[in-house]
């Protein structure tokens, strides 16, 4: 919320900057409150609860709501500025003038945010986590952007006919200075135009050859104001013993001022997957940042804390985690770890042996951290297998030994209690003295089938074994599970890289198999899915185009506009070292919206001016002078709501962050690169264009 609010202000400093008055910035900024409001409303009525990444949502959309009244209140401005310089101020009837500017721009308006929202669809198509974090942003920015379309074409003029004032049309300071460098850059781009379309394409071709380099991840590790330690002793550990590990580790923490208070969580029962009690969960809730020790931050003390458990409890496994991200770890994977190796198969024996196997090569692949196996063998257990050739010469056969061995050990219900409407069962069994070690239950006395009694040990080999704590199943498939944490690198590299290696030193025998769970399993799906919807959704972009302008070229030339969003945002991440992550990813979602609107802004702006006779050089021209302040506008508000995003530190903030980093430097550059390439190819396109119509004129 203080996003949305920083965001708003810095939106109305733009709009003052660029229009030199508060009146204009007023009527724009009316239409963003009105906005987030519809959108709560059609969020409410459908059911959708508002949330981090739905808030989150609406930072984004800060810019593009109000990019529809900017061009309204732009264009409304301008022609009120002409008409009060050609009729004089009393002579401008303001709701005519108003009614003439709606007109011009409403349809390249309307067009526009509708292809914003188109947009948007791949994020509908998201499934699982993915589709359950980033849907509640989707649908946020959709119902708010239809809330800007019909504000912006009912309110904002009426606003606008109330508010403004037909006055002398004079540029602020800002849109002078960018002026007397844009015009003569873009005459002498239009004169070189191979030159300027040249360096373009050098510089998307090196974007696109650092794109294999980046590294990618499902979401960027959030940073909470606590850390927790998973430890995991060996699975016949008793509760007082895990309850004493639990003391020792709360005064292993207690030297470090960074810690205010421990919590230990012994076992688990009925919070997500049960656990036994060798499972344990210490929560640390950290102090303020002012209190920790001078040079101290959180990858610091984080490895002295671990390095201070090891040394205080060295039987135990630990691992680093936060609450909120080993939650959303276990509903990922199933597993309380970033990433998890699943290894299919049937036999158990195998399964273990293949895991210490994998666990040994996957060690040595650089950023992995606190790799574990499941401690899910050693539990004791009191195994009891007959001997089928002592049963036959006693005349048993093994059900007569194991009913016996279930009643006398488990017990074994023989009639039930009736007391009025309550029902009692009444179970048989051995006495504890008879049931207490392995001796005493070998000793139990048979009857043989001749009458003779004879001890379980003659008919059975009775011992006490490790065995599995309980069996993973997925798919009706058992498996065995390597669990870690991958620091210093993307989940991706890593992956390819453990794989790699996998394949060359592990043969796995016929009917097993290895699959990446975790951050990764949602990653890739979420990339997957994109990859599908995403050239789909600009296929359907460029029939609306298409049915907007009449016109392939034009539509060709507005999409022409999308690649070279992509630049910006990929040296961006490049260069803060960043992962493309799933926001990223929708972050250059947004970008090509935006810069499909400005597109057609100034497209259409053109194509308005060549109706009133201007050639193509002439009105590519005008238009781009004219259309350069509410093009510079929408980026720039769209940037500046952003800034905030980006800049903030609280919890949270790394998930967004690389958002707000494609979105910022991709406008950038796909603002510069509008400004410049579109006239230029505007300018080729149609000059071939109407040489070509002229020599068949001449033809006929």
Partial sequence: TDALLEGAILVAVVLFLFLGEFRSALVVIAALPMAMLIAFILMNYWGLSANLMSLAGLAIGIGMMVDGAVVMVENSFRLLAEHAKDAGHRAVNKTATVLEAAREVAQPIAFAIVIIIMVFIPLFSLTGLEGKLFKPMAYNISFAMAGSLMLTLTLIPVLAALILKPKEERDTLLVRWIKRFYLPLL??????RWVVIGAAGALLTFSLALFPFLGKEFMPTLREESVMFRVTGIPSVSLEESIAVSEKIAEAMTPFPEIKHTTAMIGRA?????ADVNYMEIYAELSPKKEWRTGMDIDRLNEEIRQALERAVPTAVFALTQPIQMRVEELISGVRATLAAKIYGEDLDVLTRLSQELKAVISAVPGV??????????KPQLQIRVDREAIARYGLNADDVLEIVQAGIGGKTVSALIDGIRRFDIVVRLDPASRRDVESIRSIPIRTAGGQLVALSQVAEVSMTEGYTFVRRESLQRYAVIQMDVAGRDIDGFVKEAQAKINQR???PAGYWIEWGGAFENQQRAMRRLAVIVPLTIFLIFVLLYTAFNSIRHAALIISNVPFALIGGILALWLTGQYLSVPSAIGFIAVFGVAMLNGIVLVSFINELRSRGLGVREAVLRG???RLRPVLMTASVAILGLIPMLLSTGVGAETQRPLATV????????????LLLLPIFYDWMESRESSRTGQEGEAK
Avoid at 187 to 192: I, V
Avoid at 369 to 378: F, H, T
């Fill in 506 to 508: 592990v043969k796995l």
């Fill in 369 to 378: 951290r606190d790799l574990s196996l499941e401690a899910n063998l050693g």
């Fill in 187 to 192: 005459s002498w781009s239009l004169r070189r």
């Fill in 663 to 674: 979105v910022v430097a991709g406008l950038l550059s796909s603002t510069a690169l509008t």
């Fill in 624 to 626: 781009a002078e004219l």
């Fill in 270 to 274: 009925e919070l997500g997957e049960t």
